[in-house]
């Protein structure tokens, strides 16, 4: 079991934090493309604090000193990943090897599968999570990046998806929210669906096995305040580091007075690899540019 250490000298009492690598309370951070120089310094200055950082997007394509953000995170022993959209840029084009070699030649332990933008159902997404199981640690992504495609996928939809994704191989799986915080587990206007929420924290999924993007404090104190200190919390900016560990730790007046809830089911451990795919049969296929994929539904 990680140990729970205060993370700070003082003599407040105040919620315990795993110390890295951590199973839960993981921070990720996103990367929009920051200059290389600032980007060095978030890190070095808040290290302690960060378990990943995801290059958002496509940026780790076009960013010349990719190679030198990713010395520096290593340096660190910070987890890295590309951004989803990379990967569905990559199938879309009917390159997923070249998706493979891309990763691996930047020495990828990490990698995001998702379907939020391209038109892929989530039997087929979780085929892809199996496949790259078998090389890299898969953080899979449920959740759409329309937002009237978003809000149309009910609890029962989300629920289903995660527990296919898991089956699958996914390590932890993220619920969508984008860098806007305006999609996926959130309304348009920013509030977080706690509706879809409640449901996945009903469905017996281990908040372990979840990883919430909440790029804006609102959603992270709503996070904290349902699941408590040491809910794993995605898309932080990375001058937001040390604002969220004061959410967690009640030093902020969004959760001063939360209490410490003792909320979803571990099913194993999130440094455990989880149990072999249940195959799902597809339902249908459509044909998208040069590749035979299968229908992502109608949300």
Not at 8 to 14: E, Q, S, W
Not at 264 to 282: C, D, I, L, N, Y
Request: some cysteine; proline content about 6%; hydrophobic content about 40%.
């Amino acid at each position: 079991m990680t140990p729970m250490v205060p993370m700070v000298r003082t003599a407040l009492d105040l919620p315990s934090r795993p110390e890295k690598p951590r199973a839960r309370g993981i921070t990720m951070v996103i990367d929009n493309g920051l200059p290389t120089g600032a980007f060095r310094d978030h890190v070095e200055s808040t290290a302690g604090l960060i378990d990943f950082v995801k290059f958002g997007w496509g940026t780790a394509a076009v960013s010349p000193d990719i190679a030198t953000k990713i010395a520096t995170l290593r340096d660190h022993d910070i987890g890295f990943f590309f951004g989803g959209t990379l990967f569905e840029k990559h199938l879309s084009q009917d390159r997923f090897d070249d998706y493979r070699t891309f990763c691996h030649a930047h020495g990828c332990r990490y990698v995001e599968v998702s379907n939020g933008t391209v038109a892929l159902s989530n039997e087929e997404k979780a085929s892809y999570v199996t496949k790259l199981a078998a090389e890299f640690t898969v953080l899979s992504e449920v959740g759409l990046k329309d937002t009237a495609r978003s809000e149309r996928m009910g609890t029962g939809d989300w629920v289903q998806c995660i527990l296919q994704d898991l089956d699958a191989g996914a390590h932890l799986v993220i619920t969508e929210a984008r860098e806007s915080g305006r999609s996926g587990i959130c309304h348009a206007d920013g509030k977080l669906r706690a509706d879809v929420l409640d449901g996945i924290l009903d469905s017996g999924v281990g908040t372990d096995r979840l990883l919430f993007e909440a790029p804006t404090k609102d959603l992270q104190a709503s996070f904290i305040r349902r699941i408590g200190p040491n809910v794993n919390l995605g898309n932080v900016a990375p001058g937001d580091v040390i604002g969220v560990e004061t959410l967690r730790l009640g030093l902020r007046s969004d959760t001063f007075a939360a209490p410490v809830p003792s909320i979803g089911r571990a099913v194993k451990p999130a440094t455990e690899p989880p149990a072999g795919p249940r195959r799902v049969p597809s339902r249908g296929a459509r044909t998208m540019g040069a590749r035979h994929l299968a229908a992502a539904p109608d949300f």
